[in-house]
């Protein structure tokens, strides 16, 4: 079967097709979102251009629940967002514990080992959540310098107990980074609150735009610590580090020192902000903070719990802990005989929704459904349901015909 659209070669503009975006990430954008990043440059340092990225700044002290000053954009994906905080905080030697409960605190140790630190790991089965005693323990033991967790890691569809763990990081004096990429905005997070120094994220999870920016926000404690391993001083680099050589921030692009100067009131030139992906992000939070971040999570959880309602009524078993699923996530066994990657060409290719598989171990195992940003909606879950009933029915998977779409419309009240 053709896509809704002719193929077209190089010589045409590209068209991408109408899908609806049902996977871990990314999901469709908001339209007003890429209104948004169709607008006109403005020059590197224009007044406008400079209070643009100021009033961003402000807007994601609100995302973040933060009185940070610094909270900004790092221009990259995601993953540059964490490697921007891990290579700017950390020095070689020193010691980091890293929370493995899925595929990107895998991420997180790879990273880790590779600015030179000495990583231990606390391992919890996939699926699971971490215990703060657990944490507490492993800090006594081990001494580290820095806890690194994903909040939510999307391959596993878990939510960490980010508060208890913030708790015993502060009473212990241990720094705490967090990527909280896939649950930010779905879930709550509360980076004053819960005392976390570091945190980096994503627009297109629940913030509901495309990937290609990293807010970051940097508590008191981490930009201390980031400006402490690296200075400039008349315009030569010089490393400042208790321990002396070695301590230099590897990187230039991501040295988030760097990056503050270019944001803070001196504009020390860095890199050329990503004036499209500034506009863009800006955007993003400034719709969130008008429908109330306390709404939003609302509706990611209303939303994600008539999805889980729907599968479930389907004949099919939810994946994980639901006690600590992320409400913007499900995770779902794809059933005994069916074939999920046939099942996910299907739902592509008749009804162009993409639904995702997972990593690793649950490779081919569960998939998984989002549910967040513009299309955490009534409307994607119940085209979502349905075409899936079909598929599974096509399968020959037992199921009682609209029983998913009951259990949703319950999950509405
Ligand atoms: C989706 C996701 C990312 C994405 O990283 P990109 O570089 O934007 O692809 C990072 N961390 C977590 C926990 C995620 O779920």
Redesign the pocket.
Known sequence: MKGQLPHTGPEEGFSPPQRLLMG??PINCDPRVLRAMSHQLVGQFDPDMTRCMNETMQLYRGVFCTQNPWTFLVDS????G?EACLVSLLAPGDRVLVGNFGR?GALLQEIAVRCGAVVQTIDVPWGEVLQPEQVAEAIDRFKPRLVAL?Q???STTMCQPLAEIGEVCRDKDVLLYC?A??SIAGNQLLVDEWHLDAVSV?L??CIGGP?GSAPVTLGEAAVAEIRKRHHVEKGILAAHHEEGEGARIASNYFDLAMIMDYWGEERLNHHTEAASMLFCARECARLLLAEGLDSVIERHRVNGKAMADGLAAMNLKLYGDQAHRMNNVVGVYIPEGVDGDSVRKQMLEQYAIEIGTSFGPLHGVIWRIGVMGYNARPDAVFLTLAALEQCLIGARHPLSPGAARAAALAAYG
């Open positions: 871990p990430g994906t995601s993953r540059g964490i990107f994903v939510g890691d999307t990527d990429t896939a994503g297109q999870k990937s």
